[in-house]
T-cell receptor, first 115, second 109 residues
Framework: DTGVSQDPRHKITKRGQNVTFRCDPI?????LYWYRQTLGQGPEFLTY????????KSRLLSDRFSAERPKGSFSTLEIQRTEQGDSAMYLC?????????????FGPGTRLTVL | LAKTTQPISMDSYEGQEVNITCSHN???????ITWYQQFPSQGPRFIIQ???TKVTNEVASLFIPADRKSSTLSLPRVSLSDTAVYYC??????????FGKGTRLHILP
């Protein structure tokens, strides 16, 4: 257990539905990252926050995706009008931006299946 | 961000030492080399990080030659539970990390 939790762990939805995932980082970590991972591939960067500010978004993050981190604590990732291509594991990671290492602590992920 | 190249897969036997080499010819002055381990259905886990020469912790050693264009992750006396995907990452400590496909290590009994 890394101290990063994600909810739900699994989500099955029908194409066209909206889904929302939650990530609770390690409390003192100011940075939070979202990644997407498909079978056989490494995690792909989606976006990251420093405190409540969203500092970078990947081109992978289409306008159907939105992420928030209100008050610099937990974060949510919402996917609107899901497509079958959105099926993947969605990983969240937190990081102490003041640390001398850039170690990221990953949560267990949310596995999304779009039917 | 410097691109990395590592073997797609490796097999080894329990009790052996495993060395996974990663090449990163375009590494920048500010870049560090970091390795992560990922088990199926889990998020990646930090193993080790270094800048030059040798770094050792309770899990692994990281060897970095003087030109820093490659690095080698060394896992001593592996067990079946070391079967996982190992990612070599190169980047500035304050930058996002970019994962490649990693090396699938399979430990045989």
């Amino acid at each position: 257990d890394t101290g990063v939790s994600q909810d739900p762990r699994h989500k099955i939805t029908k194409r066209g539905q909206n889904v929302t995932f939650r990530c609770d980082p390690i409390s003192e970590h100011n940075r939070l990252y979202w990644y997407r991972q498909t079978l056989g591939q490494g995690p792909e960067f989606l976006t990251y926050f420093q405190n409540e500010a969203q500092l970078e978004k990947s081109r992978l993050l289409s306008d159907r995706f939105s992420a928030e981190r209100p008050k610099g604590s937990f974060s949510t990732l919402e996917i609107q009008r899901t497509e079958q291509g959105d099926s993947a594991m969605y990983l969240c990671a937190s990081q102490d931006g003041t640390s001398s290492y850039n170690e990221q602590f990953f949560g267990p992920g949310t596995r999304l299946t779009v039917l | 961000l410097a691109k990395t190249t590592q073997p797609i897969s490796m097999d080894s036997y329990e009790g052996q030492e495993v060395n996974i080499t990663c090449s990163h010819n375009n590494i920048a002055t500010n870049d560090y080399i970091t390795w992560y381990q990922q088990f199926p259905s889990q998020g990646p886990r930090f193993i080790i990080q270094g800048y030059k020469t040798k770094v050792t912790n309770e899990v692994a050693s990281l060897f970095i030659p003087a030109d820093r264009k490659s690095s080698t992750l060394s896992l001593p006396r592996v067990s079946l539970s070391d079967t996982a995907v190992y990612y070599c990452l190169v980047g500035d400590r304050n930058d996002k990390i970019i994962f490649g496909k990693g090396t699938r290590l399979h430990i045989l009994p």
